[in-house]
């Protein structure tokens, strides 16, 4: 139990966990463009090179429901210090690794701490904002760093490894990030903690960090059926756990399966899944096929930045219509950016795509992420934003996996076209079938998802 005291800047310690919350996503793309000059490096096979980028991805979707549990029963600023201070130190060490060996574990040790500090700073924002109207504003704002921190963090990588010639600076993002938080830690919210009741259920927590490891590498993996389904099943067990074993569980089925908290997580997870899958195929097609440079394709990708002004415009529009009506319309309009991006060899068609998915996709995180996170009990302010971190990982990831799957399989139906006319046909329809999946996304949460001013789980 926790108990907030008021003697701390809000705004200041908002803007603390605001910046360290783009650095935690950011993390996981500053890499993506100096990717080649890695594998160069350090003479990297493809399967190698593709588990450093992943690295970072796997603990931090594994880990995060027992962050979040951590941060409920042990503090959430106690939590978040050790977290960042993980982060920066594993930040450190990638930056100066001399192989491959030390930049993987590197990796790995970012992504644990990352796990650990997200949710949190959810925890935190939650005790910084103790009145309702105020939490709503917080939460809006916070939806859109998430996606503000993956898309600086692709902008910043390729901007920092041409200007200094080495993909090693792109680390010292994440490390300036780390001190300043510990540096001014002081402007966190400070609580009185005493002694947690109950168990930790260390079997739940096991079975969930083992289960969304090997569903997250196994979709990476080019969907391998062996991990996929090694996965699902631990993920399985884990329900089981939870719902008939635990007698303090991690994750009480009732507060996941509230109608608004699921078809809002479903909405970040979608949302997130068209971000980095266009990201993904837009990078691919212009260095690719049209052959430019990587500072020239994340110049082209810049209107993405505009999500950055989305969280104060989003607070506003929620406050006036509510975060129900704010998610269907930015889902809708994530749709249509999707198919605008689908026009691939129209630039004109690309950058207004871009440019109204930062206004949807705002939209759509904003809403979602007040409906994931309102109602949270304060014993669960922790694991609702370690769910709501899992969706924005997850979402990626199995994005990732099933539309390039269906990128992949138009492509070679349409190779008596030529290379770039069958890539062209096979990416398109990767990001039609995106649309539709928003779309249905916006119907399910118009349909199951309400308004009330309390969350009855």
């Known amino acids: 139990m926790l108990e907030f005291k008021t003697d701390h800047s809000s705004s200041k310690a908002f803007a603390l966990l605001g910046a360290v919350q783009i650095a935690l996503i950011g993390g996981i793309t500053l890499i993506a463009?100096?990717?080649p000059a890695i594998q160069r490096d350090f003479g990297l096979t493809q399967a190698e090179l593709a588990l450093v980028s992943a690295a970072y991805g796997l603990p931090f979707?594994?880990?995060?429901l027992l962050g979040g549990r951590l941060a409920d029963r042990l503090g959430p600023r106690r939590v978040f210090l050790a977290g960042v201070a993980l982060?920066?130190?594993?930040?450190v060490a990638g930056g100066l690794a001399p192989g491959y060996g030390v930049l993987l574990t590197a990796r790995f040790a970012q992504g644990a701490g990352a796990a650990l500090t997200a949710p949190a700073a959810v925890a935190l924002v939650t005790l910084l904002h103790p009145d309702p109207v105020a939490r709503g504003r917080a939460f809006a704002l916070w939806g859109t760093l998430s996606v503000t921190g993956a898309t600086t963090g692709s902008l910043a990588g390729g901007l920092i490894a041409s200007a200094t010639s080495t993909w090693r600076w792109t680390f010292a993002v994440p490390v300036a990030a780390a001190l300043a938080a510990l540096l001014r830690h002081r402007v966190l919210p400070a609580a009185r903690e005493r002694p947690p009741a109950g168990s930790l259920d260390a079997l739940g927590a096991a079975l969930a960090t083992a289960g969304l490891v090997a569903l997250s590498y196994g979709l990476?993996?080019?969907v391998s059926p062996l991990a996929t389904g090694a996965g699902v099943a631990l993920l399985a067990a884990f329900l089981l756990?939870?719902?008939?074993?635990?007698?303090d569980p991690l994750l009480p089925l009732p507060f996941l399966l509230n109608p608004r908290r699921l078809s809002a997580l479903a909405a970040i997870m979608v949302t997130a899944a068209a971000s980095a899958t266009s990201a993904f195929l837009l990078n691919l097609w212009l260095q690719q096929v049209r052959g430019l440079s990587p500072a020239v394709t994340s110049l082209i990708l810049a209107p993405t930045v505009l999500i950055v002004a989305m969280g104060p415009v989003s607070a506003r529009l929620i406050a006036r219509y509510g975060p129900r009506a704010v998610t269907t319309v930015g889902l809708a309009l994530g749709a249509v950016s999707m198919l605008l991006l689908s026009r691939l060899d129209d630039q004109a068609a690309v950058l207004c795509g871009l440019a109204l998915f930062s206004f949807g996709g705002g939209m759509a995180f904003s809403g979602a992420t007040v409906s994931a996170l309102t109602g949270a009990p304060p014993g669960r302010a922790g694991?609702?934003?370690?769910?709501?971190?899992?969706?924005?990982?997850i979402g990626p990831t199995a994005g990732l996996a099933g539309l390039v799957a269906v990128a992949a399989a138009r492509t070679a139906s349409l190779g008596h076209l030529g290379p770039a006319r069958a890539t062209l046909g096979g990416y398109?329809?990767?990001l039609v079938v995106m649309a539709a999946v928003m779309i249905l996304t916006a119907l399910l949460f118009l349909i199951t998802s309400r308004e009330s001013r309390k969350d009855r789980s």
């Not at 756990?241 to 007698?247: K, N, P, S, Y």
């Open 33 to 35: 463009v100096p990717l």
């Open 61 to 64: 979707a594994g880990l995060l």
């Open 87 to 91: 982060f920066g130190l594993a930040s």
């Open 220 to 222: 990476l993996d080019g």
């Open 241 to 247: 756990v939870e719902g008939r074993i635990a007698a």
């Open 383 to 393: 694991v609702a934003g370690g769910l709501a971190n899992t969706a924005m990982e």
């Open 428 to 430: 398109t329809l990767a």
